[in-house]
């Protein structure tokens, strides 16, 4: 047996798997096997060496004639890739932390996942000018988008719930967000220095605005909080 831990070793985070001989890639992104009688597999990697510009993690992929179900994207599996332009992920479960960190050249990302987004699992792309959220998207870590310069706009999907601490901080090109109508708690700082934005819609579910949410948002002229079904807990800073 041999234990493989992901690219997030060298930082003491990662998910650990046996049989590293499982491991097998398909278009620059590597996988391994989880379990053969499920046929499930994880992301745990990527290539480094001989990189893909469009990067597509499907729910399913198939290798070798066999189709398997692709679960989560591990911590850390497409680090610091400066060679992505665009990437679709549809897997089905969640998107690990710093999964996609720090990739310097992706354009557009799609997202469709059937679980979280890690912390900072997208952060510090500072080309990043659109980031589409599926509906099957559920909770959005801290820190998840913070420092994408580039951002322009971003729509919470209904299906989420909580936008974790410092979401969106320092996205300093965003200029507009929709907070979708499931959200019931913004925390704290989630677009603390967005300074172009000029409008946010909340929906209208929301029962908690935490502390210092829109703090340093110079541009801010339009806040839409009229819909909201009940009373609104604003957290004093």
């Known amino acids: 047996t041999v234990n493989y831990v992901s690219s997030a070793a060298n930082y003491g985070f990662g998910t650990e798997y046996t049989n590293l001989s499982s491991m097998f890639e398909v278009g620059g992104v590597k996988y391994v096997l989880v379990s053969a009688k ?3 597999c994880d992301v745990i990697d990527c290539n480094y060496n001989n990189p893909v510009e469009d990067v597509v993690i499907d729910s399913l992929v198939t290798y070798r004639n066999v189709k398997l179900k692709v679960r989560n994207v591990n911590d850390y ?3 610091d890739n400066d060679d992505i332009k665009s990437a679709v ?3 089905n479960g969640y998107i690990g932390k710093y999964a996609f960190y720090d990739c310097d050249s992706i354009n557009d990302a799609f997202i469709e996942n059937c ?3 890690g912390q900072s699992a997208f952060s510090d792309n500072d080309n990043l000018k659109s980031a589409t959220l599926g509906n099957e998207v ?3 870590y801290n820190y998840a988008f913070a420092e994408c310069d580039v951002l322009e706009e971003i729509v919470i999907p209904d299906n989420v719930p909580t936008v974790g601490a410092n979401c969106f901080e320092n ?6 967000a929709i907070v979708g109508a499931g959200v019931k708690l913004l925390n704290t700082k989630t677009f603390s220095g967005c300074k172009a934005m000029t409008e946010v819609k909340i929906g209208e579910n929301v029962e908690t605005i ?3 949410v829109f703090q340093n948002c110079s541009s801010l002229t339009s806040l839409d909080i009229s ?4 009373s609104i807990r604003f957290l004093p800073s």
């Open 138 to 140: 559920a909770d959005i």
């Open 38 to 40: 499920d046929r499930t």
């Open 210 to 212: 935490d502390t210092y």
């Open 89 to 91: 992920i549809k897997n």
């Open 115 to 117: 679980g979280y987004i």
């Open 227 to 230: 819909n909201s079904a009940g």
């Open 77 to 79: 599996a497409l680090y």
């Open 171 to 176: 996205c300093t090109s965003l200029e507009r």
